[in-house]
C-alpha cells in the first residue's frame, strides 16, 4: 500500500508482533494444530503456531505433513475459517424471564474482547470483506456482527504455498493479500535465511509496526515478496473459468448435470459449513423446566437440510438435486445481484472437505463444456 511502512523481520524476532499485540490489549487468535488439523484457536505464543507443518489437500482428502524446514505458515487453509468468531455457528440472540407474574426480556450482550486475527490469507480478508457486505452493508445491519467486527485487528499472510484445492487466482482473490488487513507479513525462507517483510495497512498497523524490531525492507526484500507470490499464484490446484459464470448457470437450471452430481451429494451440509462465506441460519427456542426461563438462539444452517426451505411444512427444495443447484446458483450467479460480487472466494475448502470428493470447479466446467442442454 502506498505511502505506508515497509520492514524486515528477522525470525527470532517474531516473538515481539505477539509481545506488541498483548501490550495493546489484543488477545491472538490464528493457526494451531488440533486434532491432526491445521484450525484457528487462542494463541500465547509463537511456539503454537503450526511450525514446520504443511498440509495436502484434494477432492475429499486433507492431511497433514512435516515440512523440511521451520516455516510459520508454511500450509493452505483448514476447515475452519474466520466466520466462526464473527458469525459464530450458535448466538443466543436474548432472554425471557418471568418474575412476579411478568415477563422480562433480557438482551444478550456480545463479549468486549479485542481480538487480533493472526494469520489471514488473501481468500479469507476477501471472505471477511464478503460478509461485512451481507451483514452490515445490505440494508439491515446484524449488531451481534457488528459489535465482533468493530475491534478486530488483522495480520495478514501473502501465501508461500498453494493447496490442492486453491483457485483463489481465479475468482481474484488471492494469493496477494491487497486490503483488509491492518499488517501483511510475506515469510522468506531461503538457506541461512528466515525472516518476514511486515507493511502497514492501516494506522492502528503503523502503530503495531513501530513497537518491532528489524530494518526497513529495500528492494531485493520487496522483489523476494513479487516471487513468492508469483510462484503461489502459478501453482493453484484448481481454476475455474469465471467468464460470464452468472449467466451460464441462469441459462442452465435445467442441466442434466444437476442431476448426476445429486447421485453422489450427500446433503450433509460439509460444503456450507466450512464455507467462510455462507450465512444461512436458523432460530430455536429453548424453556426450562420450571417455566421461567426462555431463550432464543441463532444457529448456523445450510441450504441442503430439508427443512431450511420449507413453507407450511413442505420444502420448497425437496430433492438434492434442487439444493445442490440453489447452492452453487447463490455461490456464482445469484450472489453476484445480491451482494455485487461472487460469493465464492477460491479457497478450496468445499472441495476438500466434502465426503464425496464433490468439486465445485468440475462442476461449473461440466455445464461449460455442455452449456445449453437439457433434459
Not at 509481545?19 to 503454537?48: F, K, M, N, Q, R
Not at 466450512?274 to 427456542?285: E, G, I
Not at 430439508?306 to 443447484?325: I, K
Request: glycine share 10%; proline share 3%; charged share 25%.
Amino acid at each position: 500500500m502506498d505511502g505506508m511502512s515497509q520492514s524486515v523481520l528477522d525470525r527470532q524476532d517474531f516473538p515481539a508482533l505477539f509481545d506488541a499485540l498483548g501490550a495493546e490489549g489484543y488477545t491472538i487468535v490464528g493457526p494451531t494444530v488440533h486434532d491432526h488439523a491445521i484450525v484457528y484457536g487462542g494463541l500465547d505464543s509463537v511456539h503454537d503456531l503450526p511450525i514446520g507443518w504443511t498440509d495436502e489437500q484434494e477432492a475429499g482428502e486433507y492431511r497433514l505433513k512435516r515440512r523440511d524446514d521451520d516455516a510459520l505458515f508454511g500450509y493452505a487453509v483448514g476447515q475452519q475459517s474466520w466466520k466462526q468468531l464473527l458469525f459464530p455457528p450458535t448466538t443466543t440472540l436474548f432472554q425471557v424471564k418471568r418474575s412476579n407474574g411478568s415477563l422480562g426480556f433480557i438482551p444478550s450482550e456480545v463479549a468486549d474482547t479485542r481480538y487480533a486475527f493472526l494469520g489471514v490469507r488473501a481468500c479469507e480478508l476477501a471472505a471477511i470483506a464478503i460478509q461485512d457486505r451481507v451483514f452490515m452493508g445490505s440494508g439491515a445491519v446484524d449488531r451481534t456482527y457488528e459489535q465482533k467486527r468493530r475491534d478486530v485487528f488483522t495480520v495478514a499472510v501473502n501465501c508461500m504455498v498453494a493447496g490442492g484445492t486453491c483457485f483463489c487466482v481465479s475468482m481474484g482473490t488471492g494469493p496477494r493479500c491487497t486490503s483488509g488487513y491492518d499488517l501483511v507479513l510475506t515469510e522468506i525462507l531461503e538457506p541461512g535465511r528466515h525472516e518476514f517483510v511486515l507493511e502497514a495497512g492501516s494506522e492502528a498497523g503503523e502503530r503495531i509496526l513501530s513497537l518491532l524490531p528489524g530494518r526497513s525492507a529495500a528492494e531485493d526484500d520487496l522483489g523476494t515478496v513479487d516471487r513468492i507470490v508469483a510462484e503461489t499464484a502459478s501453482s493453484m490446484g484448481r481454476f475455474m473459468d469465471t467468464e460470464g459464470i452468472k449467466e451460464l448457470l441462469y441459462e442452465n437450471l435445467e442441466h442434466p448435470r444437476w442431476d448426476q452430481v445429486a447421485e453422489r451429494c450427500l446433503s450433509c451440509t460439509n460444503c456450507t459449513l466450512v464455507c467462510p462465506t455462507c450465512f444461512c441460519s436458523t432460530t430455536t427456542d429453548t424453556v426450562t423446566l420450571d417455566g421461567e426461563t426462555a431463550q432464543r438462539s441463532r444457529r448456523w444452517d445450510s441450504c441442503f437440510t430439508m427443512d431450511f426451505s420449507a413453507l407450511h411444512g413442505v420444502p420448497v427444495r425437496g430433492d438434492t438435486r434442487a439444493r445442490y443447484r440453489q447452492w452453487m446458483t447463490h455461490k456464482l450467479a445469484s450472489w453476484y445481484d445480491q451482494f455485487g460480487s461472487s460469493g465464492c472466494v477460491g479457497c478450496g475448502r468445499c472441495i476438500s472437505w466434502c465426503p464425496v470428493g464433490i468439486d465445485i470447479t468440475e462442476e461449473v466446467a461440466a455445464i461449460r463444456a455442455t452449456r445449453g442442454a437439457t433434459t
